[in-house]
Nanobody, 117 residues
Framework: QVQLEESGGGLVQPGGSLRLTCAAS????????MGWYRQAPGKERELVAS???????KSADSVKGRFTISRDNAKDTVYLQMNSLKPEDTAVYFC???????????WGQGTQVTVSS
């Protein structure tokens, strides 16, 4: 059974930092893209940032210059370093993994990030 273990969420003051980690395991096929999405109350889930196995990155305009995505291909792990956090970054953050074969997608269970003073 596929496992995506997310960690690193929590409560932080505006201007603070958090680092999210998502470690994938028990996936039968090689992973292509790993990424982070978020969903705030009453809003649709949106892409935060994604990174391919070759290192190509996509990110939302709202997080550019503040968030950095990276991955360790050997460990099937993706990281999201979030700096200069704002209250509008408050959301549940979900990890998404997509395989090379058949574009199978696997979602993590989500981790809450709350930015508040």
């Amino acid at each position: 059974q596929v496992q995506l273990e997310e960690s690193g969420g929590g409560l932080v003051q505006p201007g603070g930092s958090l680092r999210l980690t998502c470690a994938a395991s028990r996936i039968a096929f090689s992973i292509n893209t790993m990424g982070w999405y978020r969903q705030a109350p009453g809003k649709e889930r949106e892409l935060v940032a994604s990174i391919t196995s070759g290192g190509s990155i996509k990110s939302a305009d709202s997080v550019k210059g503040r968030f950095t995505i990276s991955r360790d291909n050997a460990k099937d792990t993706v990281y999201l370093q979030m700096n200069s956090l704002k209250p509008e970054d408050t959301a549940v953050y979900f990890c998404l993994v997509t395989t090379w074969v058949m574009d199978y997608q696997y979602w993590g269970q989500g981790t809450q990030v709350t930015v508040s003073s």
